[in-house]
C-alpha cells in the first residue's frame, strides 16, 4: 500500500526565515511525486510535480527536490502569503493507477510578518 | 475557464437523508475524481473516472455512496442515507485529457455536515 508521511504537521516561521518541509513515500514504483499547496477554505492547488531522484523544480520561493524515498519542499525567504497547508502526493506506475494519486496529511506553514 | 465548479458549498443535513453533491468539469479534460477530506484520515479517493467510466471505486465507503458521469462535463455523487460519520469536505478534480502528470485541478469543495 503507498504511503506518504508528511513532517512537521505544523511550522511556524518569521517572515524572512527559510526551511523545509519534509515528504517520505513508500511506494511500489513511482511514477511521480506532486506538492500542492491547499489555502483555508479552498481546493488544493498544484505546485510541482518531480519523476526522478535528483530531480529539482522552482517557483518563486519554493524549490522542490527528490530522492529515493523522500521529497523536500525548500522556501527562501517565506513571506506572510506562503502561509497555507503544503500536501504532497504519490502516484503509483501501472495498472488502474492512472491518476490516483495517494496524499500525506499535509503541513500547516504559518509565516509571521 | 471557470475551473472546476462544485454545488451546493456547504450543506447540513440531518442523519438517514440524501446527499447529492454536483460537479462540473473543466471542458476538455475527461477524468474526474472524487476525494473526501477530515482532519483525521487527510484527502482520500474515493473514485475516479476516465471518459464517464469508472475506473477505481475501491475508495467508496459502503454502498451508500454513489457516483455517476451522466456526460462528459458533470458529475454526482450521492449518499443514501447519510450518517454522521460522513461529515467531510468533499472535492471534485479534474485532468486534461492528454498526459499523466498527476496534475489535478480541484474545485472549493463542499463542506457536508451530517446531524
Known amino acids: 500500500e503507498d504511503q506518504v508521511t508528511q513532517s512537521p504537521e505544523a511550522l511556524r516561521l518569521q517572515e524572512g526565515e527559510s526551511s523545509s518541509l519534509n515528504c517520505s513515500y513508500t511506494?511500489?514504483?513511482?511514477?511521480?511525486l506532486f506538492w500542492y499547496r491547499q489555502d483555508p477554505g479552498k481546493g488544493p492547488e498544484f505546485l510541482f510535480t518531480?519523476?526522478?531522484a535528483g530531480e529539482e523544480k522552482e517557483k518563486e520561493r519554493l524549490k522542490a527536490t527528490l530522492t529515493k524515498k523522500e521529497s523536500f519542499l525548500h522556501i527562501t525567504a517565506p513571506k506572510p502569503e506562503d502561509s497555507a497547508t503544503y500536501l504532497c502526493a504519490v502516484q503509483a506506475v501501472g495498472g488502474t493507477s492512472y491518476g490516483k494519486l495517494t496524499f500525506g496529511q499535509g503541513t500547516i506553514l504559518t509565516v509571521h510578518p | 475557464d471557470a475551473g472546476v465548479i462544485q454545488s451546493p458549498r456547504h450543506e447540513v443535513t440531518e442523519m438517514g437523508q440524501e446527499v447529492t453533491l454536483r460537479c462540473k468539469l473543466i471542458?476538455?479534460?475527461?477524468?474526474l475524481f472524487w476525494y473526501r477530506q477530515t482532519m483525521m484520515r487527510g484527502l482520500e479517493l474515493l473514485i475516479y473516472f476516465n471518459n464517464n467510466v469508472p475506473i477505481d471505486d475501491s475508495g467508496m465507503p459502503e454502498d451508500r455512496f454513489s457516483a455517476k458521469m451522466p456526460n462528459a462535463s458533470f458529475s454526482t455523487l450521492k449518499i443514501q442515507p447519510s450518517e454522521p460519520r460522513d461529515s467531510a469536505v468533499y472535492f471534485c478534480?479534474?485532468?486534461?485529457?492528454?498526459?499523466?502528470?498527476?496534475?489535478?485541478?480541484f474545485g472549493e469543495g463542499s463542506r457536508l455536515t451530517v446531524l
Open positions: 471542458s476538455g479534460h475527461n477524468s
Open positions: 511506494v511500489s514504483g513511482l511514477r511521480g
Open positions: 518531480l519523476y526522478s
Open positions: 478534480a479534474s485532468s486534461p485529457r492528454t498526459g499523466s502528470t498527476g496534475e489535478l485541478f
